[in-house]
Nanobody
Framework: QVQLAESGGGLVQPGGSLRLSCAAS????????MSWYRQAPGKERELVAS????????TYVDSVKDRFTISRDNGKNMVYLQMNSLKPEDTAVYYC???????WGQGTQVTVSS
């Protein structure tokens, strides 16, 4: 059974940092493109960042470029999202996504507020 479990969300002040983690199981992680999405209240879910299996291609939505970094550890079946210089508009539920099985995690809340 393909499973994804996010962690690391929370409340942070503007300008702060958070690191999200996603633990994957039930599939050959190293073969899957992994992505982070987010959904703010009243808005559609949007792709934040994605990383191919061999880290050969990494993409970001324009609004997070130079602030967020996606990475993965194929030996640990983990994908990460390092978020720096956070802004109130980054507030959302963040989801991990694996293209294998089109699987979503349960989401983790990130709130940026003073």
């Amino acid at each position: 059974q393909v499973q994804l479990a996010e962690s690391g969300g929370g409340l942070v002040q503007p300008g702060g940092s958070l690191r999200l983690s996603c633990a994957a199981s039930g599939f050959i992680f190293s073969r899957s493109v992994m992505s982070w999405y987010r959904q703010a209240p009243g808005k559609e879910r949007e792709l934040v960042a994605s990383i191919t299996s061999g880290c050969m291609r990494i993409t970001y939505v324009d609004s997070v470029k130079d602030r967020f970094t996606i990475s993965r550890d194929n030996g640990k079946n983990m994908v990460y999202l390092q978020m720096n210089s956070l802004k109130p508009e980054d507030t959302a539920v963040y989801y991990c996504y694996a293209n294998v099985g089109s699987t979503w995690g349960q989401g983790t809340q990130v709130t940026v507020s003073s």
